[in-house]
């Protein structure tokens, strides 16, 4: 039986399902199509999120790079009670430091540039603005709570950058300021007197960030330091190992005040030689610095060598000092009104013309010493407004002079230059202690040791936590007591102050003590007491240094000249246990203890 044939479809049918096969193959091609592009699409999002995050982490590591030479002033801690009132106390507090900084270094920029002749002028900056490369603490990576900030420190600190980080409190009504950069910690107070100890108290807070802004960058900064340390606003270089260190030793060696007129052409030599000026051509600073070198050395030569400028040589003046403020030669007394004489006048008088006389006619008069009233300075200070911060570098420059003049053996010009050191800066506490310690050393006409005790004490009032001037305060009343009571005047408060403040230095202070007590009794007549004191002077203290040179040489002379039997023989015994200084140094009396002559 045969298989009934399927009845043919229409052909509209036919079409339709034509289409409708037509229609899912191109549904699922379309499908296919739609999946390679999701994949690609995909694909691109990934690549460019991965670009995007390398993009980022590079970013962040350039910044930290960046970053590393700088300084960042990170808010401070406060106490409790002032964030109560100010919650971004310690945020105000670091904007204040950071401005106090930028400043600082616009200060060094406007001074550097005021003294080139480029019109462009390049200086190193360190400090850091937070807003140029911090993202904010908002953005935080997915899932892991770090923000980008916490990326950024961590990567800097990995380069070497710095943070500036500080704590302000109060206590006993006083406000205190702790700033700390790379371990070293300044510290400031100020009295808080009737303010509020809960306030923000910003005036007191920013005088205290001016005052350290030069200390921070000296730490900071290789090249500030160097500038600082050379215009006399900074104490000592804070980089050991610096790359600068030879001309940290050149301004050292200008600052010495152990610097005599050979080592200071010395000096000059160095500094105009092609060499440096090569070193210092390609950097704006280092031109500045060595300028500023020269000219401050070429200001000493005026002290030690006035001639330099036309010799070209830096040799001591033969001739002695005349003082231009100290030195008053008094004018000589007016006759009185001569009477009308009833007998006729002789013909040979004539008024005394002074012009008459030749400089071979006149009998040389020595010059009276009219010596700086320690009260008049004291009086004038009385009535003075503190000094400002140029006035202060300036009181310190001058009393730089005064003690490079002392010890080059100028005592009258040394107290001319202490004197007006003072008028400067009242408050330089080193100046009265130098002026006194120079009355109370020379010799007379110009020692005074009521002025001296004066100075003294004015400089024990601004400051009592310096031992030597204590210890020179108890040897110069030493000196004004009577003689008899000479032994006993080392236990003086002065005397107890100084060797409680530094018991470490107790043999030197003795030392000290001693000599200028035999001093006394050689001036006394005493010379047996004098022979005596020098030798227990030096009994526990002996160095190849200045202060034994002149003990020996005093020794000897008391042998010479008044029969001190042994004086020669002590001298020599304390030459011969005297020690070598300290690190290899070499006393600027060498050469008189290596002459001095022992059988």
Not at 124 to 152: F, R
Not at 220 to 230: K, P, Q
Not at 259 to 274: D, K, R, V
Not at 407 to 432: D, L, M, S, T
């Amino acid at each position: 039986m045969a298989e009934p044939t399927p009845a043919e479809l229409p052909v509209w049918r036919l079409r339709l399902q034509t289409l409708q096969h037509y229609g899912q193959a191109l549904l699922l091609r379309s499908l296919d199509v739609m999946r390679l592009l999701t994949e690609r699409i995909m694909g691109f999002l990934r690549l460019f999120a991965t670009l995007g995050l390398l993009l980022i982490v590079l970013f962040v590591v350039y910044k930290a790079v960046e970053s590393s030479q700088l300084v960042l002033v990170k808010p401070f801690a406060v106490p409790k009670s002032m964030t109560d009132r100010h919650s971004d106390a310690g945020r105000v507090i670091a904007n204040a430091l950071k401005q106090e900084l930028l400043l600082a270094e616009a200060d060094i920029y406007t001074t550097v540039k005021r003294t080139s002749r480029n019109g462009k002028v390049t200086i190193d900056t360190v400090t850091g603005n937070t807003e140029d490369y911090l993202l904010g603490a908002s953005i935080k990576l997915p899932e892991t709570g770090i923000s980008i900030n916490d990326v950024v420190e961590f990567i800097a600190s990995l380069f070497g950058r710095r943070n500036i980080t500080g704590t302000v409190y109060q206590d006993q009504g006083k406000l205190f300021l702790q700033v700390e950069l790379e371990g070293r910690i300044f510290g400031f107070e100020r009295n808080l007197g009737t303010r509020d100890p809960n306030a923000l108290n910003m005036d007191l807070l920013s005088e205290m960030l001016r005052e350290s802004r030069q200390r921070l960058l000296s730490v900071a900064s290789e090249s500030h330091n160097l500038y600082y340390y050379c215009s006399g606003e900074a104490d000592a270089s804070e980089h050991p190992d610096s790359q600068l260190g030879q001309w940290f030793e050149y301004c050292s060696r200008l600052q010495s005040s152990q610097i005599t007129p050979e080592s200071l052409g010395q000096l000059l030599a160095e500094l105009h030689s092609a060499r440096l000026h090569n070193i210092a051509g390609n950097n704006d600073t280092l031109r500045h610095i060595l300028g500023q070198i020269t000219g401050n050395a070429l200001d000493k030569t005026q002290l030690l060598c006035p001639d330099y400028a036309i010799t070209k040589v830096c040799e001591a003046s033969a001739t002695p000092e005349m003082a231009q403020i100290a030195v008053r030669i008094p004018e000589p007394k007016r006759a009185p009104a001569v009477a009308p004489l009833a007998f006729p006048a002789l013909p040979d008088a004539s008024d005394f013309q002074a012009d008459s006389l030749t400089m071979r006619s006149m009998v040389l008069v020595t010059p009276q010493i009219a010596l700086p009233s320690v009260k008049a300075l004291q009086a004038d200070c009385a009535a003075k407004p503190p000094a400002k911060p140029q006035e202060i570098l300036g009181s310190n420059r001058t009393e730089g002079d005064a003690t490079l003049l002392f010890n080059n053996n100028r005592p009258i010009q040394a107290v001319e230059k202490y004197a007006q050191a003072i008028e400067q800066h009242c408050g330089n506490v080193f100046a009265w202690a130098n002026l006194g310690v120079v009355l109370m050393s020379v010799e007379p006409p110009l020692r005074s040791i009521e002025e001296a005790q004066s100075a003294l004490e004015q400089a024990v009032s601004l400051n009592n936590r310096i031992d030597w001037i204590q210890n020179n305060l108890c040897i110069a009343r030493a000196w004004a007591a009577p003689l008899e009571t000479l032994p006993t005047m080392i236990a003086n408060e002065a005397c107890n102050a100084a060797r409680t403040l530094n018991p470490a230095n107790k043999v030197i202070l003795d030392k000290q003590f001693y000599l200028a007590l035999a001093e006394r009794y050689v001036m006394e007549g005493q010379y047996d007491t004098a022979a005596d004191t020098y030798k227990a002077a030096l009994s526990a203290d002996r160095k190849r240094d200045c202060n034994t040179s002149k003990a020996i040489e005093k020794l000897a002379l008391l042998e010479i000249e008044h029969g001190i039997a042994g004086g020669k023989q002590a001298a020599c015994e304390i030459l011969q246990d005297a020690l070598p200084l300290p690190g290899g140094k070499i006393s600027a009396c060498e050469a008189q203890l290596a002459a001095f002559q022992c059988p």
